[in-house]
């Protein structure tokens, strides 16, 4: 009994010492995230409360989501949503609160329907080189979007493009104190990142530069702070509902929605206990469940953290208590601290999210990949010059098509192979120039097909089969060795069902050798292969098939 007191105080412990240093990483981050997506910097404070309180009440209710995940204000989907949002209030279809607050409710719906039908696989349509670029692309918003606030400059919220040439034309005009302070707090936040992970460098940044604007009248001098912040929780904002807002926002919901999917998977996957299941669909109905505490307390969109998240897991943090104390903290901020922020400048800020656009560019992955598969580094160049160069939305949605495209390719390369036995064995193997000389058959021709068989690559399959019986004009057997047919398709089944007909039209025998697919075996039934194959021709081995329908015969090395 007295171990078991001791563990449980142990626990509440690292659960406390987790919450302190998150919510000291927290606060500047989920101010920056909102001066980021044009909010005020309290708003990410409710971001981050609401989406907290709205995950940890999943966890509770349905046992299964992660322990340690953390979720708020996230500078990897704000830059989405944030333009569009721009432009919807600018409008006049509705402002920019009730906007964000609509689109959370959307997110909120699009992953409350993902976790229930168990979308989960949907993660993995986007592949490394894709996601690669599209950080790349964010990244180079964010650092444009920051740039005029270090500069200490004005800027037009125009596209990406003439911001940048505006301030190369004003550069001369910049404002040294504020080039200092930005610059500084991404180096001190930089340094601490790297040598001591669990030092608050972002927030040590922003008190050391509040202590300077104050100590040296740097207000004075043109440096701009973000003045008194109100000491309150937010009053709800009804949602727009109207056809514009809702033309609009639905389709930005569905991007977003499927960027949260992608970085919660991930974070479910990083941060897992050791042997522990992994349930990224439960993770999908807390994050639509921190989305709706989200608007409901007026923020906008939010997303899993694996900054955040890491360090709750490397201070010891053991269950979503920690995330709950961190909001409470935070809470305490918002409710009586905004005076404490006054004189934070907005260069500090600037440079904490110039830190965070240098930090989710992935030079590693970006290196490995040129080295190791430069047509897929290809992928990471284009997904990041559609991102940049195009709204944002509409770079990401070229991005899932690029994913789409690259995985239904890889589909079109696959290639019949010929089998041939490894003498003093059963076995049949694929014939190439890495497996030693095997035999073949006279008469019998043994051919596989690695892949599922669907519609992206039943014609070379079909035209392969064809091939390779051609090449071998005294065939009367045809045993396709079927271990790597996962799955089978409609058109992948009609495909089979012309190459079955064929050979036969051509008296040629036709069977199936280690269909091993549970999955392949009800695509046969069901698209009514069977009947046209014959079950009599399916069978657990090749040499069983060989030996059932052609006879024993002399094999020959080749």
């Known amino acids: 009994m007295r ?8 626990g509440a412990m690292r659960n406390v010492l987790a919450a302190l240093t998150l919510a000291a990483i927290t606060i500047p981050e989920q101010m920056a995230t ?13 971001a981050f409360i609401g ?28 830059p989405i949503f944030a333009g569009a949002l721009a432009l919807l209030a600018a409008s006049g279809a509705t402002s920019l609160p009730a906007a964000a607050v609509t689109l959370a409710f959307l997110v909120a719906l699009v992953l409350l329907i993902a976790g229930l039908l168990r979308l989960g696989w949907i993660a993995d349509l986007l592949s490394t080189p894709i996601v690669t670029g599209f950080l790349v692309g964010i990244a180079v918003h964010i650092a444009a979007s920051q740039l005029p606030d270090v500069m200490g400059l004005k800027a037009p919220d125009d596209n990406l493009f003439d911001r940048l040439s505006t301030l190369t034309r004003t550069a001369s005009g910049s404002n040294p104190w504020s080039v200092a302070i930005g610059l500084g707090a991404l180096a001190l936040t930089f340094l601490a990142e790297r040598f001591k992970p669990r030092l ?8 050391l530069a509040s202590m300077a604007v104050i100590g040296f009248g740097l207000e004075r001098k043109g440096v701009v702070v973000l003045g008194v912040l109100p000491d309150s929780m937010p009053m709800p904002i009804v949602p727009s509902l109207s056809f514009d807002s809702l033309r609009t926002l639905v389709p930005l919901a569905l991007i977003v929605a499927l960027i949260v999917m992608m970085q919660t998977a991930a974070v479910s996957r990083s941060f897992a206990d050791q042997g522990a299941e992994i349930n990224v669909n439960r993770d999908y109905l807390g994050l639509a469940f921190a989305n709706l505490g989200a608007a409901l307390l007026a923020s906008f969109p939010v997303n899993a953290s694996p900054p955040r998240t890491a360090v709750v897991r490397e201070t010891g943090g053991t269950s979503q208590a920690a995330a709950i104390l961190a909001a409470a903290m935070v809470s305490a901020v918002a409710l009586v601290g905004g005076r404490l922020l006054a004189h934070v400048p907005q260069a500090a800020l600037a440079g904490v999210l110039l830190f965070v656009a240098i930090r989710i560019v992935r030079i590693d992955v970006i290196v490995a990949v040129a080295q190791q598969a430069p047509g897929e580094a290809a992928l990471i ?29 890889i589909a079109t390369q696959t290639r019949v192979s010929e089998f041939k036995h490894v003498p003093g064995t059963t076995i049949w193997w694929p014939a190439t120039a890495a497996t030693p000389k095997g035999e073949v058959v006279d ?3 043994v051919a596989g097909f690695p892949a599922s068989l669907v519609f992206s690559n039943a014609q070379p399959f079909r ?61 046969l039934e069901k698209f009514g292969l069977l009947a046209v194959l014959g079950r009599e021709r399916l069978f657990l081995s090749v040499a069983e098939a060989i030996a059932s329908l052609h006879g024993e015969t002399d094999r020959k090395s080749v």
């Open 443 to 445: 008469g019998v021709l």
């Open 381 to 409: 160049g284009l997904t990041a010059a559609a991102v940049i160069a195009l709204p944002i939305p509409t770079g990401v949605a070229v991005g899932i098509g690029l994913s789409l495209l690259h995985g239904v390719w």
């Open 51 to 78: 989406a907290t309180l709205g995950f940890a009440t999943l966890a509770i209710l349905a046992p299964g989501a992660s322990r340690v995940l953390t979720a708020g204000a996230d500078s990897t989907i704000t």
């Open 34 to 46: 909102a001066k980021l997506g044009g909010f005020e910097p309290q708003v990410g404070f409710y």
């Open 463 to 523: 035209r392969g089969m064809l091939a390779a019986i051609a090449g071998r004009p005294s065939v009367r057997l045809v045993v396709l060795e079927a271990g790597g047919i996962a799955a089978i398709d409609y058109t992948g089944a009609q495909a089979l069902r012309e190459l079955v007909e064929e050979c036969r039209a051509r008296g040629i025998d036709f069977a199936m050798a280690r269909l091993e697919s549970t999955r392949a075996h009800e695509a």
């Open 3 to 10: 171990q078991t007191k001791s563990t449980a105080k142990g």
């Open 200 to 207: 608050p460098g972002a927030l040590i940044a922003m008190a």
